[in-house]
């Protein structure tokens, strides 16, 4: 059974900084892309930030130089780390796992800046 388990959302004030993380299990982790998306209340998901099986990666605009995604295939989880945070960041953030036609999400973890 695969299973991908976002944990780390919490409430920041503006400025601040989360890590976000993902655990995956079920999966031959290594082979996965990883990305990271958000949807915001009344929005679309949008994709926030993606890590390649070989550990390339690529922003949103609106994230990069505030944002990093990283993998410890080890551990099989990956990483978000969020700094300089806004409102408009404020989201439920899920990760998702690719690989040829698969394709699995987790649950998501809500993160919300405000002062």
């Known amino acids: 059974q695969v299973q991908l388990v976002e944990s780390g959302g919490a409430l920041v004030q503006p400025g601040g900084s989360l890590r976000l993380s993902c655990a995956a299990s079920?999966?031959?982790?290594?082979?996965?892309?990883i990305s990271w998306y958000r949807q915001a209340p009344g929005k679309q998901r949008e994709l926030v930030a993606t890590i390649s099986s070989g550990g390339s990666t690529n922003y949103a605009d609106s994230v990069k130089g505030r944002f990093t995604i990283s993998r410890d295939n080890a551990k099989s989880t990956v990483y978000l780390q969020m700094n300089s945070l806004k409102p408009e960041d404020t989201a439920v953030y899920y990760c998702?796992?690719?690989?040829?036609?698969?394709?699995?999400w987790g649950q998501g973890t809500q993160v919300t800046v405000s002062s």
């Open positions: 998702n796992a690719f690989f040829s036609a698969l394709s699995y």
């Open positions: 079920g999966i031959i982790f290594r082979f996965y892309g």
